[in-house]
């Protein structure tokens, strides 16, 4: 069985940088597909890009829980369809899958066997300059970003790891690192184990 | 707070190479010093390749559970002094502890929060034939050796990792990985974040 690593984190993180760094980094491992019923943009491509859905047909997914976690976003659904994951999973491929912060803790009460990676800004102090950076928001808007990103960042405590995202390559180094060390695991090396232990009994 | 390390797994595994290959790929980890009541040999340094005791002061040090662990071996005592290990710890520094696998389970008892890696040979075909492999033993030599790698081999069930030493380079970045990995989960991570938070909502 592969393994479903799933990377959130606050917004304004660095979720789309890191993973499409990883893309180049990890080629074995296969990027899940969202289901979407937004219309297709220019170049993309079913399977590939998205699984572009009607609502009709999307909302047929979410009635049978076909999909591990959707949302609305302004008048399109996104989600990620459980069945895409099931059959990367059975090949023995890994599979990650980046998603907001809400997303990611829904994914993990269908799939709690699932390695939840939180990327970090360096500092607090780094994600408030972020988020006041472009200096052209409201004081309002910039508390009320803060506010959402101290609340996200109260998540951690769901996610099995943390990743500090100051650079791109240390972060993707981080996370690869993280994959390797979770096929260490004993529990998943015990069953190939006892096989083996069987195989010189018998012989 | 630095991690304590311990690398175990069956007789003639490849324990004391890796750990060799590890120190040159890792300077910045501590290797844990034992002390002993042999002999030092020529040119071995106190406190560097043992800490040299006589046997009264290793008595008195197993006395006041001054050591993790212990064991007589050929006449001689060996063990590993506790104060050393927290000291490095203290200090922030990773400390990678080499050991037999009853002397492992030994330091868990005391050291629960360690990171507990076993050592395994590719396949239990490959151990049988690294046992077997001289040519110059007895078939009951062979055969008592074979129980007791088998049975060394069920204590996996007690170590947090299983790596695979099929080749060194290999089990030295899968070592690697997992120190990595360890110091990005999440409850290790969390106490900075809260300070990081506090400091803030005090700005």
Known sequence: MGLLIVLSGPAGVGKGTVCS????????IVYSVSATTRQPRQGEVDGVNYFFKSKEQFQEMIARDALLEHAEYVGNYYGTPRDFVDRTLASGKDIILEIEVQGALKVKEKFPEGIFIFLMP?????????ITGRGTESQDTINHRMNVAVEEMNLLRHYDYAVVNDQIDAACHRIQSIIVAEHCRSERVMPYLAESQAAIEKA
């Open 21 to 28: 760094a990883l893309r180049g980094k990890m080629p074995d």
């Open 122 to 130: 360096p500092s607090m102090e780094e994600l408030k300059q972020r």
